[in-house]
């Protein structure tokens, strides 16, 4: 799932100057035609919803690296979600674990928006299809929820948090929306075994970091300005992760020169120490039905944390590195088993929000 960030120092701070009119000027667009263009993927879902509606709020769902790696048939009694394998990312994840995720993340949101608009119904794996997910619709009363009502809100905040401890209460509703067969969820909140996931992903970072195909992999998805991001619709658009806007010719540079192993590994410390608690999602068996349903339940999760006012993103290095799973596995009492994700909680900033592609983009005929 999307945990990069690009960090840029001072230093290339700096050599930016002159203010939003230089960015204009220079031809990177402005954050406000940026806020503007994306705005209508993140509009409040009409009653009564259309299908394409529907895929709209399915598309708001978290995935790796932003490469929204679906697409989308709909008819008058199903919505199918396809993988779609030109977006997967190989070197990063080259079994598609993470692109099958991010399909049950997507998956979750579809039926949460359905449910909310009266066309409720039940969501199943079919591995005939291209391991397609299908929804098939089930007309009832409308059930709308507080997850539904924090899709629109919810975002992957690669930033620090407050520090501040997340209530016993939060803890369990957390821990009660995310409740999926076949899937466990495991909560770190005592400081000792937080500072051993720090480890864990600090370690996981500077093996990626080391291996050029990764780093080129990476680099692939970068948008470092407003026009870029705009244009694209996908990837990783370096203002989210609270880093200045660059021009595209200079943002490739700057990555190589800032964005060192040492640079990210202090970040990640820094972000971890300020959380308030890790969750880390193990399903039951490897495979894409599995990998479909941990989606399910950390969007669940992800959703409640929005309602209650918390932020939260993903550092799943430590289930990237496949020599770091079983010491991952150790650690929240699962030996033997394979972690799927692994996510830091807290009250943080709301930054700002990653692009979409039109949902015109992701329908198949």
Partial sequence: MNRRHMLIGTGAAAMLGGGA???????????????????PLRAPLPDPASASDLIRYATLAPNGH???????????KRIQILPDYARRTPVVDPDDHHLF??????AENLSLAAAARGRPGSVRFDPADRGAIL????YRPADRSALFDAIPRRQSTRAEFDGRAVS???????????EMPGVELVLLTDRSRIDQLRDLVVAGNSTQMADAAFVSELKSWLRFNPRQALRSRDGLYSVAS?????????????????????????????QIRSSAGIAVFVGAREGPEHWVAVGQACQRFALQAT??????SFINQPVEVPGLRPELARLVGLPGRRPDIVMRFGDGPTLAWSPRRPVAAVIEA
């Fill in 21 to 39: 009119t230089w960015l204009t000027v220079s031809g990177m667009g402005s954050s406000s035609d940026y806020a503007a263009g994306i705005a």
């Fill in 66 to 76: 932003n490469t929204q790696p679906w697409r989308f048939r709909a008819s008058s």
């Fill in 101 to 106: 995720v991010s399909l049950g993340c997507a």
């Fill in 135 to 138: 929804f098939d619709f089930d």
């Fill in 168 to 178: 016993t209460a939060e803890l369990d509703s957390l821990a009660r929306a995310a």
């Fill in 242 to 270: 609270g880093n200045p806007a660059l021009p595209g010719w200079l943002g490739p540079h700057a990555f190589d020169w800032f964005s060192t192993a040492r640079s990210e590994n202090d970040a990640y410390a820094r």
């Fill in 307 to 312: 309602a209650l006012g918390l932020k939260h």
